[in-house]
T-cell receptor
Framework: AQKVTQAQTEISVVEKEDVTLDCVYE???????LFWYKQPPSGELVFLIR??????QNEISGRYSWNFQKSTSSFNFTITASQVVDSAVYFC????????????FGGGTRVLVKP | DAGVIQSPRHEVTEMGQEVTLRCKPI?????LFWYRQTMMRGLELLIY????????DSGMPEDRFSAKMPNASFSTLKIQPSEPRDSAVYFC??????????????????FGPGTRLLVL
């Protein structure tokens, strides 16, 4: 069975600080995908990134970066130079071959960026 | 292109009433998912369809919940009769399976804005 753990329930930072969100996953499958979604206060779920299990290259998109390490089953997300608009709940999610296209979400990490 | 469309955005009803939530997936997508989000249980998958066919409804709480997808551009989630514990945000998501070499595994799901349901 697939499982996603986001140990940090809430992180509070001051604007311009960096913030790293942890995500640890469990899966028995060798083929799987990992995702990050953002849920701002308005409530919608916004897709940020998808990473497959065969590609451990880290990725950077603007102020966002992701570190995928299969050895520790982690897919961490860093926001560099945080801004107030980054305040949201961030979800890590997993889908594995054995589960078809079903997404399993972590509990989410609430990020509060103070001005 | 329009994203996933859900209606209504907000619904307040009384216990025992029938509630119908609607979803229009992104045009061209062939998979549709219904999720429920609550403080206690987080985001949980209720049911999903591939090519309009229900594939897995193991997340549907009980017989009071039913979902249909009569065509590729429309789906409904119905609760009858509704109960206060059904109060939650219900999300619909869609994706395109088959666009990747691994036959569509891990396709990105794009979410609608959600329907906030309150059952009094």
């Amino acid at each position: 069975a697939q499982k996603v753990t986001q140990a940090q329930t809430e992180i509070s930072v001051v604007e311009k600080e960096d913030v790293t969100l942890d995500c640890v996953y469990e899966t028995r499958d060798t083929t799987y995908y990992l995702f990050w979604y953002k849920q701002p206060p308005s409530g919608e779920l916004v897709f940020l990134i998808r990473r497959n299990s065969f590609d451990e290259q880290n990725e950077i998109s603007g102020r966002y970066s992701w570190n995928f390490q299969k050895s520790t089953s982690s897919f961490n997300f860093t926001i560099t130079a945080s801004q107030v608009v980054d305040s949201a709940v961030y979800f890590c999610a997993l889908t594995e071959k054995a589960a078809g296209n079903k997404l399993t979400f972590g509990g989410g990490t609430r990020v509060l960026v103070k001005p | 292109d329009a994203g996933v469309i859900q209606s209504p955005r907000h619904e307040v009803t009384e216990m025992g009433q029938e509630v119908t939530l609607r979803c229009k997936p992104i045009s061209g997508h062939n998979s549709l998912f219904w999720y429920r989000q609550t403080m206690m249980r987080g985001l949980e998958l209720l049911i999903y369809f591939n090519n309009n066919v229900p594939i897995d409804d193991s997340g549907m709480p009980e017989d009071r919940f039913s979902a249909k997808m009569p065509n590729a551009s429309f789906s409904t989630l119905k609760i009858q009769p509704s109960e206060p514990r059904d109060s939650a945000v219900y999300f619909c998501a869609s994706s395109l399976i088959g666009a990747t070499p691994d036959r569509g595994l891990g396709e990105t799901q794009y979410f609608g804005p959600g329907t906030r349901l309150l059952v009094l």
